[in-house]
């Protein structure tokens, strides 16, 4: 169900709720009201029949007071008596019923000859509202009663109840109708406000939305009023124009990139084609001086010059291969491979290299099971990143090998610590480019060849450095699956 829906539904069942409960009670008030005018009216009929009879009764007409009752006969006057306080009727606007006993729907008893209450009740199948009112034996009275007796007798009036339902039944009725006209108009209300103020704006939002989502960052949403949804309409189209800003300079950085790698991958092209052509003079004009010095005496200073020549051509000749190995970097030959063993190895390789720089060398391994990898590729990354470790080190440390198994994540962890000057932060972002040596031996592109070897491996190296307290590299590697 929708929102406009699901809005609608509410505001329509509080209404309806609302309405219901406003409308039982003006009917309980119209009740009430229409309840307390019968009353009223049987209190003044009786009053007017009790004085009726205390003027007939002093004036010496008792008889004729039969025929005033006589003359009170109506159609919502159901009963006009007077009895005693046994009940024995002396007059009555019913036929028959003097000298009989007050019928027991309408007796009254008076326990202690105290004030009657109403009574309400049945008679004849109708409903009807009694009151009795005490006919008491006043100083005047006494001069024809006795005297000892506090009460003469019991005037009851008995009015049906017939026209003051029926005025209660077309209040509720009315009332119901205006409650449900009330009911209808309001949902009516209800249901246009949301259709045009919510529902309206939310699926122009939608439709703008799906556009936005389809590629399309001009668009924008219409802003009408200036309520919660025109606000939101407005942050909305400001997220949408920063979108398409945020775009338009993406679309600006892919496009440079996209020149810059092009342009990297022609100079990549042109070095690895430059590096080719240099590889194989450089190995004829080894030759030729290891030919040559052979001929010179020991002493002879042109041999040292050659011994010279040949260090330089062996240092071109290193530069020459990584040069080679970033430019065309070859396929990894994968196979089962044991990592600890590799760590071994390269541990064992720049032993001499640690030892003269005053470097201790550690190691902890978890038990690792067997990972596919290009052993011989992976020991030369792994190398490349301690002997910059190494160099970080000239006043001696601790270089610190270790292995992990990361459980749940599929991957194994290998970390190499040194206790070096460390890096600041534009260094670690610039480590792996080519190039990047803060040594005076080396290349540079040592650890962006170790880089990309770990990538072709389907892993990845995180650098991690604090000034003057050292380094870290981690290596995360697939394991065998």
């Known amino acids: 169900m929708g929102l406009h829906k699901k809005f609608t539904l509410f505001s329509v069942l509080f209404v309806t709720a609302a309405v219901a409960l406003f409308s039982w009670e003006a009917f309980e008030t119209v009740r009430s009201r229409i309840k307390s005018i019968q009353k009223e009216k049987v209190d003044l009929l009786s009053e007017v029949i009790a004085n009726g009879l205390k003027t007939i009764m002093l004036e010496g007409r008792g008889k004729e007071f039969q025929k005033f009752l006589d003359t009170l006969i109506a159609e919502d006057i159901a009963a006009v008596r007077i009895y005693t306080n046994n009940g024995v009727i002396l007059s009555s606007s019913i036929p028959g019923e003097v000298g009989k006993h007050v019928p027991a729907e309408g007796a009254v008893s008076l326990p202690d000859r105290g004030a009657l209450l109403p009574f309400d009740g049945d008679h004849e199948n109708r409903e009807v509202y009694s009151k009795s009112v005490l006919i008491r034996n006043d100083q005047l009275c006494r001069r024809c009663h006795d005297s000892r007796e506090a009460v003469n007798g019991i005037l009851d009036v008995v009015l049906y109840t017939d026209e003051t339902d029926r005025l209660v039944a077309a209040?509720?009725?009315?009332?119901?109708?205006?409650?449900?006209?009330?009911?209808?108009?309001?949902?009516?209300?209800?249901?246009?406000?949301?259709?045009?103020?919510?529902?309206?704006?939310?699926?122009?939002?939608?439709?703008?939305?799906?556009?936005?989502?389809?590629?399309?960052?001009?668009?924008?949403?219409?802003?009408?009023?200036?309520?919660?949804?025109?606000?939101?309409?407005?942050?909305?189209?400001?997220?949408?124009?920063?979108?398409?800003r945020s775009r338009r300079e993406i679309d600006k950085c892919l496009t440079d990139k996209s020149i810059y790698v092009e342009r990297m991958a022609s100079l990549g092209e042109l070095a690895a084609a430059v590096a080719h052509d240099i590889k194989n003079p450089l190995a004829g004009i080894s030759g030729a001086l290891q030919v040559l010095a052979e001929d010179f005496p020991e002493d002879s200073p042109r041999k040292e010059i050659a011994c010279e020549i040949l260090n330089e051509i062996g240092r071109l000749d290193v530069a020459v291969k990584d040069l080679l190995m970033y430019a065309r970097p070859p396929e990894p030959n994968l196979i089962l491979t044991d990592i600890n063993a590799i760590i071994e190895k390269v541990m064992n390789r720049i032993e001499e290299q640690a030892a003269a720089l005053g470097v201790k060398i550690t190691s902890t391994s978890d038990s690792l099971s067997e990972t596919?990898?290009?052993?011989?590729?992976?020991?030369?990354?792994?190398?490349?990143?301690?002997?910059?470790?190494?160099?970080?080190?000239?006043?001696?440390?601790?270089?610190?090998?270790?292995?992990?198994?990361?459980?749940?994540?599929?991957?194994?962890?290998?970390?190499?610590?040194?206790?070096g000057d460390g890096m600041r932060d534009g260094e670690i972002a610039d480590v792996f480019k080519p190039s990047f040596s803060t040594k005076h031996s080396g290349t540079g592109l040592g650890l962006a060849i170790s880089r990309n070897v770990v990538e072709s491996h389907k892993g990845r190296v995180e650098v991690e450095s604090i000034p003057g307290a050292g380094s870290t590299f981690h290596i995360f590697l697939r394991q065998k699956r």
């Open 171 to 244: 209040s509720a009725k009315k009332i119901g109708l205006t409650g449900l006209a009330a009911v209808v108009a309001f949902s009516a209300a209800i249901g246009l406000f949301s259709s045009r103020r919510v529902k309206r704006p939310l699926d122009e939002m939608i439709r703008s939305l799906k556009k936005v989502e389809a590629g399309d960052l001009g668009t924008k949403i219409p802003v009408k009023g200036n309520d919660e949804l025109a606000r939101l309409a407005e942050s909305l189209n400001a997220v949408i124009s920063d979108l398409g």
């Open 372 to 419: 596919l990898a290009d052993p011989e590729q992976l020991e030369s990354a792994i190398k490349n990143m301690a002997l910059y470790c190494l160099q970080a080190m000239q006043g001696g440390g601790t270089l610190s090998f270790s292995t992990r198994d990361n459980y749940g994540s599929g991957e194994i962890e290998i970390a190499l610590s040194d206790t």
